[in-house]
């Protein structure tokens, strides 16, 4: 790819955007209005038109025209050239797409198997240049062929063991031991640098721009950011509780490192009731850090403990999915920072919401498995494992009924839950995140 754009290789909808000098029937517009093409001096307009090209165009002007093209058109203009590429990728450019809403949220599911990787992407709001019949509130599922990089998916354990974060319009996966970079223009997948330290079941969340991670390992307590431009992780922080099972989220510039369970427990009686408690205490707590700052914040607990089983953010709020051995319950966090407020608060208050339906084939124990994602206003709860006919299905007995896939969706706005089409059976054990694209 060529590091700026050349005219001869546009197409010739691109050239007509620009006039020709060979065309006598040229018209001129200045200030004092539109003028023929023979009361100009042609010398002087044939240095214009070989000094002015596209390349010589501004990069504010570039992105306003580059912002107002159908989506479809947008993974072929990435290709042009880097200086293209780079500006597409760049969050001006989204804010511009956002603000002529041309910006849609879009769900993600990816799923794996042993040589190939899925991706299903559901839409809640249709894009108004899409002319077709197909219903936006239907799965739309596609495969990556089997190569080197894909290939290496099953030995990573993708996704069900990673974490996805999502950077404009590219999802990182990052998994223990390698990270897969999944672009959702050109529907290519390419490896990236792997974390410092091996991770499982860690928290990884997208701030301004760069990747977070904590938690998932007993030999560390370190907090690794990750740069997507220069492709590398660094160690920024460390946490002071060592966590496994967690979950991340971030709002307003502040990585959220949510539930798991204590690492390290010692073997002693006493010290192990000890830490059970505090393992409990582990499951229900929030951590904050303020990336800008590179300071913890105080951290909070969710009412009424329980172990946090699926957790997301959504318009300003972190929601938390709890689950109470038999029952679940719902809370949302105001995450929204208050002007003055000090490194140790500032924030809103826990509120209890309404808990999704689930269906009575969904077994409400230690086997159920949630992925969560924030889509625009909407909270978005994907059930991966944990209904009955899973159990059944093990014991080799025939079953019918609910499979998993199960998809509720929460509207933050009018506070009601929906069901939402399921996932489709070839997505299994799928990890969800929200893209804008």
């Known amino acids: 790819m060529s590091e700026s754009c050349n005219s001869r290789h546009f197409s010739w909808l691109m050239k007509s955007c620009f006039p020709n000098p060979n065309d006598n029937s040229t018209t001129v517009v200045s200030s004092l209005g539109p003028k023929s093409s023979s009361s100009f001096n042609p010398d002087h307009a044939s240095a214009t038109a070989t000094t002015i090209t596209i390349s010589s165009i501004p990069d504010d002007i570039l ?4 912002s107002r093209v159908p989506p479809h058109s947008i993974p072929h203009l990435s290709l042009v050239c880097r ?9 001006i450019f989204s804010d511009l797409r956002r603000l002529h809403g041309l910006l849609r949220p879009t769900l993600f599911a990816l799923s ?22 197909d219903n936006e509130n239907e799965w739309r599922v596609s495969a990556f062929l089997p190569d080197d990089v894909v290939s290496a998916v099953g030995d990573h354990g993708f996704p069900s063991h990673a974490r996805l974060s999502a950077v404009g319009p590219r999802i990182y996966i990052v998994g223990r031991n390698a990270t897969l970079r999944y672009d959702t223009w050109t529907g290519t997948v390419t490896a990236r640098s792997a974390m410092t330290f091996s991770r499982k079941k860690f928290a990884a969340a997208a701030v301004s721009g760069k990747i977070y991670v904590a938690g998932g390992g007993s030999r560390t307590t370190a907090v690794e950011e990750y740069d997507p431009d220069e492709d590398k992780w660094r160690v920024v922080a460390n946490a002071s509780r060592s966590r496994y099972g967690c979950i991340g989220a971030s709002v307003d510039g502040v990585f959220y490192v949510i539930g798991g369970l204590k690492l390290g427990a010692s073997g002693n009686t006493d010290i192990s009731r000890a830490a059970s408690a505090e393992a409990h205490v582990y499951a229900s707590s929030m951590d904050l850090y303020d990336v800008e700052a590179r300071a913890w914040l105080r951290s909070r607990a969710v009412p009424g403990g329980g172990c946090v089983v699926a957790a997301c953010a959504a318009a300003g709020y972190v929601y938390v999915l709890a689950s109470h051995a038999v029952e679940l319950s719902f809370w949302r966090f105001d995450a929204r920072r208050k ?10 208050d826990w509120c209890r919401i309404r808990s999704p ?12 498995r949630f992925s969560c994602a924030g889509v625009g206003d909407k909270v978005v709860l994907v059930q991966v494992s944990g209904c009955i006919d899973d159990l059944l299905r093990r014991s080799g007995r025939s079953v019918r009924g609910l499979k998993e896939g199960l998809v509720m ?19 299994r054990r799928a990890a969800c995140v929200c893209v804008e694209c």
Request: proline share 7%; glycine share 10%; hydrophobic share 40%.
């Open 63 to 66: 992105l306003d025209c580059l």
């Open 83 to 91: 200086r293209w590429s780079r500006l597409l990728l760049s969050p």
């Open 112 to 133: 794996a198997s042993d040589s190939a990787l899925f991706a299903a992407t559901l839409r809640f709001e249709k894009d108004p240049s899409d002319t077709s019949d």
């Open 339 to 348: 002007k003055g407020s000090g490194s140790g608060g500032g924030f809103g």
């Open 357 to 368: 339906p689930l269906p009575a084939q969904v077994r409400v124990d230690s086997t159920v």
């Open 409 to 427: 969706v929460y509207d933050t706005v009018a506070g009601e839950w929906s069901r939402a089409a399921d996932l489709p059976e070839l997505i």
